[in-house]
């Protein structure tokens, strides 16, 4: 499962689950803004608060429940990678974990077994500061997941959507790489 940012199903979003059916996955892009997309990193909060948080995640499980019987790799965009955060922390045959530029809250009784959580965010990102990413990863260990980071200088916080100006080609490439790895390792 690969859910959008707060921009919305862009290009990008299509762009990265071809990339991944190229690999031979099978990937599934849930529209959760009701075919809506945004320009702005603005717009696209004011999608998402009109949707309401709540919303967005009984979405978000909706389209994922068909298919979680075999175990899925939950990963996002931004907003999309909260979402799935909060998807695979409460799925117990969760496979995997992938978070692109964006992480969410961790309820204290979250528990997962070793869950395989790779995480890429630019450095510095003002949605993602340090001392938020410290605490995040001291829960999201202390929940049972094992986790990598990689932080990319320099980059904004969507970098991979080319068509933004947060894009950053090499960090781009690189995550996509190591991504890749990672979802063939589980």
Aim: hydrophobic residues 40%; without cysteine; glycine residues 8%.
């Amino acid at each position: 499962m690969l859910f959008h940012s707060a921009y919305g199903p862009r290009p990008a979003v299509h762009a990265a689950a071809d990339r991944l059916r190229a690999a031979g996955h099978q990937v599934h892009v849930p529209d959760l803004y009701d075919g809506r997309t945004a320009e702005t990193v603005e717009d696209g909060m004011k999608i998402k608060d009109e949707i309401g948080t709540d919303e967005l995640l009984r979405r978000a499980v909706r389209a994922s429940a068909p298919h979680s019987a075999s175990g899925l790799l939950y990963a996002g965009f931004s907003l999309g990678a909260a979402l799935a955060q909060n998807l695979a922390l409460g799925d117990e045959k969760a496979r995997g974990l992938l978070l692109l530029h964006g992480t969410s809250d961790i309820a204290d009784d979250a528990s997962v077994d070793d869950l395989p959580v790779q995480l890429h965010v630019a450095d510095p990102d003002l949605f993602e500061p340090d001392d938020w990413q410290n605490v995040w990863y001291r829960q999201i260990r202390a929940a049972g997941a094992d986790v990598e980071v990689f932080r990319y200088p320099g980059a904004g916080h969507v970098y991979t959507d080319p068509d933004l100006p947060d894009y950053d080609e090499e960090a781009a490439e690189k995550t996509w790489r190591i991504a890749l790895g990672f979802i063939e390792s589980l």
